[in-house]
């Protein structure tokens, strides 16, 4: 099973996620050379990334299921999508995508789901955290100037906001030439109440 921890998106994101991806492809496909050599991501398919566990056994899944339980339920938190760019840098892209504002619970669920995985042998990750939404993928690294530009005109851009009350231990299913679909296999933990931290 082909599995990541990650943060479902409301439909009002999704909306804008596309939109923004129909003015980049429309954009670059009226100049002239510009580098279109891009995998679209499917709007239904974005997700905010905590952690990407790749195969796992049935039975290794349902133990990660099992030590996810054991992280605490949290306040619930506010993020803001704004701004876009490159990974990992636009000289030599690979990924662009649309930008995550978010106060610092995002990186502590981000280490709390690294914390409760370590028994399982899942390496914490190596880098920092940097969360974001991936539009595309470039086929080749190559420089897209034109893309680049676009991005510097829009770099300030807030495509909306919204509350993270809990993540979703994901599956993904990869089938040659269609989008890959995914499906949810437990939803973690539920936030705080107003009620339950007073």
Not at 10 to 22: F, G, K
Request: glycine letters at 6%; one cysteine or more.
């Amino acid at each position: 099973m082909r599995i990541f921890v990650a943060i479902s998106l409301p439909t009002s994101i999704r909306q804008e996620l596309r939109r923004a991806q129909t003015f980049f492809q429309e954009r670059l496909s009226a100049e002239p050379g510009a580098n279109t050599d891009l995998r679209w991501t499917q709007p239904e398919g974005i997700h905010l990334t905590l952690k990407f566990l790749d195969e796992v056994s049935e039975a290794r899944t349902q133990r990660t299921i099992e030590l996810l339980r054991t992280i605490e339920p949290f306040p619930a938190f506010h993020l803001e999508v704004k701004g876009f760019g490159f990974f990992p840098e636009g000289r030599r892209p690979r990924v662009f995508w649309a930008g995550i504002t978010a106060p610092p619970a995002l990186e502590e669920l981000a280490a709390s789901v690294d914390r409760a995985l370590s028994p399982m042998g899942f390496a914490p990750e190596g880098r920092d955290f940097r969360p974001h939404l991936t539009l595309a993928r470039f086929k080749r690294p190559d420089r897209s100037p034109s893309l680049e530009a676009l991005v510097d005109a829009r770099k300030d851009e807030a495509l909306g906001g919204f509350e993270v009350s809990d993540f979703c231990l994901f599956e993904s299913h990869l089938s040659p030439g269609s989008p890959a679909r995914y499906a949810v296999l437990a939803r973690f933990p539920q936030a705080q109440s107003h009620e339950a931290r007073t």
